[in-house]
């Protein structure tokens, strides 16, 4: 970030200077990609172990179409971003209910301190067996991904917040319930997104492991399928797509929701 | 922040009401938890009451579930797998991620190939493992390998990026050596952000562990708690979760108490990208 405010004054070099890096950046990968494709070609391992990355392609092509490949992308999203959006509500809100009211905060943070070690996907059989096979099982066990990275952060946000601030705004007149959302709220913002990438990295996570796990539909049904039926072009060819799908969300969530909402914030700071 | 000594004596007495309020809420909770159950306000097979909970974790110390493996040969084998895959990313991903920060051009190269290899959830390639090398102890080891190089590798890379270019130049003007630059200066300057990578790193073999533990395997705590879905025990489910809980918060602290001894001079980094 600070590179990029620094270049902005001269355009023209910026953009010669862009694609050069641009270029450096995918050396790496073609590097990468050449000597993966040259290991299976050369017969180093077993090509039906061990698929090329045409193989892979190959796969993408012929062995699943389009609308199944989507029908699965999107049953996944739709369970990640369900169980995200309520843990994530109910993260802020308890966080913010809490990190406000001194004596809520002793109440309901001895059994989230208390259940916050446990990773998500030890929820599992718990989730199973309160929810059956159904999608409110896994919808719940993204749910706990997402909850305790973005309530803690929320609450430490709240808790981390210059006491000046409230002073002037108190000085202004402001109080109560309205400190708490002209004041408060927003200078916790950028806590409560950094606990919202996180949380979100978590969710993913453990969508794949629970569709992996106890699935009919979805990515990580796709490749614990592929394996079943020993396809491994397919399974790397699922991979991929996780892969890139946590990539594509991780950044809109970075570009679009965060840097964009929190431009006053993150601007701040890139000047000091 | 800081408490002066006149503050000190009431600081400890909220210190002490703080806990009894925890304690006392986790007692009330407890209760609480007992008594709907024997009211049959919730169930006693979704919701074992902690009365319950209490026999399943002596059934599983003396007898254990299955029978015979018992609870500390569960935590010994999570133990072990978690500490095998855990040092061999850290001995491979700290040399690499020096390697790499202290280049430019070796950063730029390899910037996509580690953010998309980051971007791959790690128990999306259980299956793969399972492919390639079998239901074994080895593709377990190797997916947490896997989850934990990728964090304390990009975390050693900006650790060394980052360290201040001033303890460059002043270095460099006393007349230091490349070695003892690089053992005096540009280590310790990296070695905090290397370490809470490391504590990150944790979390992620933890994460993983619980999933590499259902397939395949009746040792470990992943193990019991897959188990305890096969046999419809929530009661089991609950203790090895609780197992879980204790033994993540009890390495937690092991670290934290590691970097203040080994790393005195770190200041302890809150926010770091995972």
Redo the contacts between chains.
């Keep these: 970030m600070n590179n990029n405010t620094k270049n902005n004054r001269n355009d023209g070099n910026k953009l010669l200077k862009f694609s050069k890096?641009l270029l450096?950046?995918?050396?790496?990968?073609f590097?990468?990609l050449i000597i993966w494709q040259a290991v299976v070609s050369f017969r180093i391992v077993n090509p039906a172990?061990?698929p090329s990355p045409i193989q892979v392609v190959e796969a993408a092509l012929y062995r699943i179409s389009l609308p199944v490949l989507l029908g699965h992308i999107s049953i996944s999203l739709q369970r990640v971003v369900i169980g995200f959006l309520i843990g994530a509500l109910l993260g802020i809100f308890i966080g913010i209910t809490s990190g406000w009211y001194r004596l809520l905060a002793?109440?309901v943070w001895?059994?989230i301190d208390?259940?916050?070690?446990?990773?998500?996907?030890?929820?599992?059989?718990?989730a199973?067996?309160?929810f059956g096979l159904g999608e409110s099982s896994k919808v719940f066990i993204i749910f706990i991904g997402a909850f305790f990275p973005i309530v803690t952060s929320t609450y430490?946000g709240m808790n981390n917040i210059d006491p000046d601030l409230l002073r002037v705004g108190q000085g202004m007149g402001i109080r109560g319930i309205k400190l708490l959302f002209k004041v408060a709220f927003p200078a916790s913002l950028p806590d409560i997104a950094?606990g919202i990438?996180?949380g979100w990295?978590?969710s993913?996570?453990s969508l794949?492991?629970a569709e992996?796990?106890a699935a009919r539909e979805g990515?990580?049904f796709l490749?614990?399928f592929?394996?079943e039926v020993?396809e491994?072009n397919l399974?790397?060819y699922?991979?991929?797509i996780?892969?890139?799908l946590?990539?594509l969300t991780?950044f809109l969530i970075r570009r679009y929701i965060i840097e964009n909402q929190l431009k006053w914030h993150f601007g701040s700071q890139s000047n000091e | 922040m800081k408490l002066s000594s006149k503050r000190s004596s009431r600081f400890l007495g909220t210190r002490v009401l703080?806990v009894l309020?925890?304690l006392m809420?986790?007692i009330i909770?407890l209760f609480f938890w007992e008594f709907s159950v024997r009211l049959g306000w919730i169930s006693s097979?979704?919701f074992p009451p902690p009365s319950r909970l209490m026999e399943t974790l002596i059934m599983l110390i003396t007898d254990g579930f299955p029978r015979g493996i018992t609870a500390w040969i569960h935590v010994l084998a999570t133990v072990m797998r978690i500490l095998q895959g855990y040092a061999l990313a850290t001995v491979m991903a700290i040399p690499m991620g020096i390697l790499i920060g202290r280049s430019k051009?070796l950063v730029?190269?390899?910037?996509?190939?580690i953010?998309?290899?980051r971007?791959?959830?790690?128990?999306?390639?259980?299956?793969?493992a399972?492919?390639?090398f079998g239901v074994g102890e080895f593709a377990r080891v190797l997916l947490i390998t896997y989850g934990c190089f990728w964090i304390i590798l990009t975390n050693t890379i900006d650790g060394v990026q980052q360290v201040d270019p001033d303890y460059h130049r002043a270095a460099q003007m006393m007349g230091t050596s490349p070695s003892q630059l690089f053992f005096r200066v540009i280590l310790p300057a990296s070695l905090p952000r290397i370490f809470s990578g490391m504590k990150v790193a944790l979390g992620m073999a933890?994460?993983v562990?619980?999933?590499v533990e259902?397939i395949g395997t009746i040792q470990g705590?992943?193990a019991l708690?897959?188990q305890?879905?096969t046999f419809?025990r929530?009661d089991i489910?609950?203790v090895?979760?609780l197992f879980?809980?204790?033994f993540?918060?009890f390495l937690?602290i092991v670290l934290d108490w590691l970097e203040r001894i080994l790393l005195p001079w770190s200041k302890g980094l809150?926010?770091v990208e995972?």
């Design positions: 890096e450096v950046s995918w050396v790496g990968v590097i990468v172990v061990f002793k109440i001895t059994p208390l259940l916050r070690p446990i990773p998500p996907l030890a929820w599992i059989s718990l199973l067996i309160w430490k950094t990438r996180v990295s978590l993913f996570g794949v492991a992996i796990l990515l990580g490749i614990m592929a394996r020993g491994i399974i790397v699922g991979i991929f996780i892969g890139l946590n990539l991780d | 703080n309020i925890r809420t986790v909770l097979f979704e051009i730029r190269a390899s910037n996509p190939v953010t998309f290899a971007s791959v959830a790690t128990i999306s390639l259980l299956p793969l399972v492919a390639w933890f994460l562990i619980v999933a259902m705590l992943g708690i897959q305890s879905r419809f929530s489910a609950m090895g979760m879980m809980g204790i993540g918060y937690s809150e926010e995972r």
